[in-house]
């Protein structure tokens, strides 16, 4: 009997120690890209106040009112042509272009347009985790 509480007791140590050791767990995903690439202008939950909108002219949208100023309706593949640097003809934004967002794989995506196009899976992801945001 005290063989089988030593066993389980170092089992259980042993399992601590890894569970101490084991990597901190880092967010993944749309919420890492846009951890990464938006929350410093846009803030961590998407108002347009994070640290490096102080001074901005044009200040970063609040990006939790895409929906409601576009009558209810998240504008998806007007967000993804952004996230790419499509700002149409906007010369004002600041928007930078995440061309990492671009590597990787691809999914075809309707713009609305009827055709399914080939288009990076990290931005349709992002543009996914934005529509997430909305009020």
């Given at each position: ?31 890492r890209d846009y ?19 102080v001074g901005m ?79």
């Open positions: 009997m005290r063989d089988i509480l030593t066993i389980l007791a170092g089992g259980t140590g042993l399992a601590l120690l890894v569970a101490a050791c084991a990597p901190e767990q880092r967010t993944s995903g749309a919420a951890a990464e690439n938006c929350a410093a202008c846009h803030g961590p939950a998407g108002r347009g106040n994070g640290p490096a909108a002219t044009p200040a970063p949208p609040d990006l939790t009112l895409l929906s409601s100023q576009n009558e209810g309706v998240f504008p998806k593949a007007r967000v993804m042509g952004q996230l790419i640097g499509n700002t149409m003809g906007r010369s004002e934004a600041h928007m930078p272009i995440f061309e990492e967002l671009r590597k990787g794989p691809v999914v075809m995506f309707d713009d609305g347009s009827g055709d399914a196009v080939a288009t990076p899976a990290r931005v349709v992801a992002l543009a996914d985790y934005l529509q997430s945001l909305q009020q």
